[in-house]
């Protein structure tokens, strides 16, 4: 594998040129959305320029609008290993997991069971409590173990039942990083006869998915977590979709996709899949290789890079007195976390080091970032939450280290 030039992919980044004062603005805020090459918003530019046209017509851009429509669905198939028909577009994951809660949950009866976990995103979490209510269902917790904020198999095996229809649960924490067991809760699921309904959010920036590689029945994720616009996408095993209920008007093509959908989107989504397979390229897959080939090489190599600058913020960090760190935190384990950092200063609020890291034009994120059930089991709710640092591939050891320098003036006054 090739080394990435992180210095020229940084290029294609127009956001990471803009400064603050006379030092340049670091993105650590990538868990909550991450910033997209030009090519994205020369796509989005160039469909109001040339295509602008709803679906469905028996004219030029019309047809150059379907045509992207349907480039959409095959580059977000190539990106999760599975094929074009299984994948629903949509606004974001939120409002897809959502609408299918609906449907899936049309296939229960009362009494069946769900399994939550306490890890997880509120998007995997609060459709399925709606769905619950609505339906008479039964909600079983499978908790994390809190000293390094991880899901054991075990203790999802002592929750399910012959009566459980579905386990929902993340491919990685967004709040923590941690790496879910994600084959294994599938088997575990499958094995009593329930569906797996997985959160791939947080882990499309930084691994390689592959929906049928874990027998997922169901992977959700979005595009602007992944270097793209406001897109979301869920894959959904064809004999299941095939065999739900479609809440939907009666003209529409599509069973899940429910009215107009965002066009411009969907070209800026085909330009960012684009992206990760320019960067495939430069990571050395082999020339003619496929798109899939491509993507899993780009992964692979980001991942080695993200993993190798998350070691330096992790000694950094656990250098300065103060700062408590949550999550997997024993170097050896790395392999089980995403390179994003949670963390508390001694004696300064939450959201006061966020204030002043921003002050210093470093964007973090701080708060319970929607993983509201796991900042509730920490403790930390009522007081303001966590600090949420995220590395992306873009990121340099020079912002990581200005960060530290930072945080660490921050520490050693105990105030922001």
Same mark, same amino acid.
């Given at each position: ?86 994948? =629903? ?35 995997? =979490? ?107 996408? =869920? ?43 320019? =960067? ?137």
């Amino acid at each position: 594998m090739t080394t990435l030039d992180i210095d020229a992919l940084r290029s294609r980044f127009p956001a990471l040129t803009r400064m603050h004062g006379e030092q340049p603005f670091i993105y650590f805020d990538g868990p909550g959305g991450t910033q997209v090459p030009r090519t994205v918003i020369d796509a989005v530019t160039r469909y109001y320029e040339t295509s602008n046209a709803n679906h469905g017509g028996t004219f030029a851009t019309s047809e150059i609008s379907d045509a992207i429509v349907d480039e959409a669905h095959a580059a977000i198939a190539d990106l999760l290993g599975v094929t074009p028909a299984e994948i =629903v577009l949509g606004p974001n994951m939120t409002t897809l997991t959502f609408h299918l809660s609906r449907s899936i949950a049309a296939a229960f009866g009362p009494g069946d069971e769900i399994v939550l976990t306490g890890l997880d995103h509120a998007a995997n =979490v609060d459709p399925w409590i709606s769905m619950a209510k609505d339906r008479d269902l039964v909600i079983r917790w499978w908790e994390p173990r809190l000293d390094d904020c991880t899901l054991h198999i075990d203790d999802l095996r002592s929750v399910l039942s012959p009566k459980t229809r579905l386990v929902a649960a993340g491919w990685a924490s967004n709040a923590v990083g941690t790496i879910n067991p994600v084959a294994e809760i599938a088997a575990a699921a499958h094995a009593v006869g329930a569906w797996a309904y997985i959160d791939a959010v947080h882990a499309a920036p930084h691994l390689a998915i592959d929906a049928r590689a874990v027998d997922a029945d169901f992977v959700a994720c979005s595009v602007y977590k992944f270097f793209g616009p406001h897109v979301g996408a =869920v894959y959904g095993r064809a004999s299941i979709l095939d065999s739900l209920t479609a809440y939907k008007v009666r003209p529409a093509g599509s069973r899940f996709e429910t009215g107009t959908g965002n066009f411009e989107g969907f070209a800026g989504t085909i330009a960012a899949v684009g992206y990760l397979e320019d =960067v495939g390229t430069m990571a050395g897959a082999a020339p003619g290789a496929t798109r899939r080939a491509r993507l899993v090489a780009a992964m692979a190599a980001i991942r080695t890079t993200e993993m190798a600058l998350y070691h330096r913020l992790h000694d950094g960090l656990a250098a300065i007195d103060g700062v408590r760190l949550f999550g997997i935190t024993d170097p050896a384990r790395f392999g089980q976390r995403t390179p994003t950092a949670a963390l508390t200063v001694a004696g300064v609020a939450s959201h006061d080091v966020a204030v002043a890291l921003g002050r210093e034009g470093i964007a973090v994120w701080d708060g319970d970032f929607y993983a509201t059930g796991l900042i509730e089991r920490l403790g930390f709710a009522d007081s303001g939450g966590i600090v949420r640092i995220g590395l992306t591939h873009y990121n340099t050891a020079a912002e990581v280290d200005r960060l530290l320098e930072v945080l660490g003036r921050i520490a050693t006054r105990g105030e922001a």
